[in-house]
């Protein structure tokens, strides 16, 4: 719908496999799950909007601007370029995978408003009788918060004492199929009598075909090397956030990192995407520090005064990353019976599911939570034992604005506004490490934000 049907589910699917079987053979860091994520799929609407007002092809911009990023992800790979990561804190980390938490919120709201708008028909004028169905809307609350809570309360499971470990973490794991599966079949066949949108439709567009950037306009031309600069800082950062958090010393990984390794392979796969105007990848939040958990074996330990689950051993492999794309490649198969069954609902749940647990560990929610906290309960964490209440609220509110300027520039309705989303992200580099320090004692900044 967002690429007048250009990028459809099977170039999803095709892409994925394409990129994700290649950065597992040949990824320095193989525990890094690339994906199409939200930040991509915003600039991939940029893109479009910006072809439309130039008058020049979709997807013959959207390849050009895809070999002009490669090219500008090379040099970063050449130069070393990233090790200016080493300017990153985990208050930057922390500002954007809250942003990429709140991209999901705000997909699942906009799609059951749009629901909403098309089938509670509170205007009946505007609307053809067929489709105003108010049981549909509210079928769609219930499969939604109900997929969030299913997959929610199996990934809890964990910590309950029923059952034993490995039948726990059995249901831990695999958290978000049965969630999914279930209220599929739920709205498929339980409820069939309420008519209810689908996400999956059928697709005919040709896979590989090679888009003509030659036929370009001038105009065309030099908005791709614009845009392929920008994208290629938006990669080189989700890349390398994503990949820290991976390394996270809290993870006691074996092996080493291979951040320029990594940002040269990733080169070459959006090279093969962008040659046959496949979706774009990169390392992705929260999916590569979840891969990482879903490997490690746990130990309940006294840590800061408090009993938390604590990472002794990560199985270090590839084969999970490259079965994983093995699988999605099989699942083309299942087009359009019987993914054509899961419900657009169901989806929005997925996202609620994904953001909620991609909150854990995220010390800046926490200490938004701090706010709406009183004192006495307040955890005895580390910053809050060493660092005063009122200091830990105002680092708190830096992060706000950061965020509430990512939220501006990233879910703006001007496509030329969205294009400084990546330049504003690595701005808080040197803010974080020039201007913070100025505001807070050195040893405040290592309880709240070391590395």
């Not at 915003?42 to 479009?48: A, N, V």
């Not at 005064?305 to 794309?325: C, F, Q």
């Not at 009122?390 to 990512?406: D, G, N, P, S």
Request: hydrophobic share 50%; proline share 5%.
């Amino acid at each position: 719908q967002s690429t007048w049907g250009k990028m459809d589910i099977k170039r999803m699917i095709i892409g994925q496999v394409i990129g994700g079987a290649i950065y597992s053979i040949f990824g320095g860091q193989p525990l890094v799950i690339p994906v199409t994520t939200a930040p991509i799929i915003l600039f991939t609407k940029i893109i479009k909007n910006i072809s439309s007002d130039l008058g020049d092809d979709f997807l013959e911009l959207y390849s050009a601007s895809g070999i002009f990023c490669t090219i500008f992800l090379l040099i970063f790979a050449v130069t070393n370029s990233c090790n200016m990561m080493k300017y990153c804190y985990r208050s930057v980390d922390e500002v954007f995978g809250l942003f990429i938490c709140i991209a999901f919120i705000k997909d699942a709201i906009q799609s059951e408003v749009s629901i909403f708008d098309d089938r509670y028909c509170v205007d009946k004028g505007t609307k053809e009788t067929s489709m105003c169905n108010k049981a549909t809307f509210i079928l769609s609350i219930a499969l939604m918060l109900g997929t969030l809570w299913l997959g929610k309360t199996l990934f809890n499971f964990q910590k309950s004492p029923y059952l034993d470990a490995k039948k726990r973490e059995f249901l831990g794991d695999y958290a978000l199929p049965f969630s999914t599966i279930l209220f599929s079949f739920i709205a498929s066949y339980l409820v069939r009598d309420i008519p209810s949108d689908q996400i999956f439709e059928a697709a005919h567009s040709s896979l590989f075909t090679i888009p003509n950037i030659m036929n370009l306009s001038a105009g065309g031309w030099g908005t791709a090397i614009a845009l392929g600069f920008t994208l290629s800082l938006l990669l080189f950062i989700d890349q390398n956030i994503s990949a820290s958090f991976v390394n996270s010393p809290s993870n006691n990984l074996k092996k080493g990192t291979a951040y320029h390794l990594d940002m040269l392979v990733l080169a070459m796969v959006n090279l093969v995407m962008s040659i046959f105007a496949f979706p774009f990848i990169h390392g992705a939040l929260p999916y590569s520090p979840l891969h990482v958990r879903a490997l490690a074996e746990f130990e309940e330990r006294m840590k800061q005064g408090v009993m938390t689950d604590v990472i002794v051993k990560v199985h270090e492999t590839r084969l999970t990353s490259a079965i994983a794309n093995i699988l999605i490649g099989v699942s083309i198969f299942l087009l359009p019976i019987p993914l054509t069954y899961i419900p657009i609902p169901v989806l929005n749940g997925v996202l609620l599911y994904v953001a909620a647990i991609s909150l854990a560990g995220n010390e800046f929610f926490e200490r938004l939570l701090l706010w709406v906290t009183e004192q006495s309960a307040y955890p005895p964490n580390h910053y809050v034992r060493h660092v005063k209440q009122r200091k830990i609220h105002l680092f708190t509110i830096t992060q706000i604005v950061e965020l509430a300027i990512l939220c501006a520039l990233g879910f703006s309705s001007l496509s030329y506004l969205k294009m400084i989303f990546p330049i504003a992200l690595l701005s808080f580099m040197p803010l974080r490490h020039f201007l913070i320090p100025k505001l807070f004692p050195r040893e405040y900044l290592d309880a709240l934000d070391g590395h």
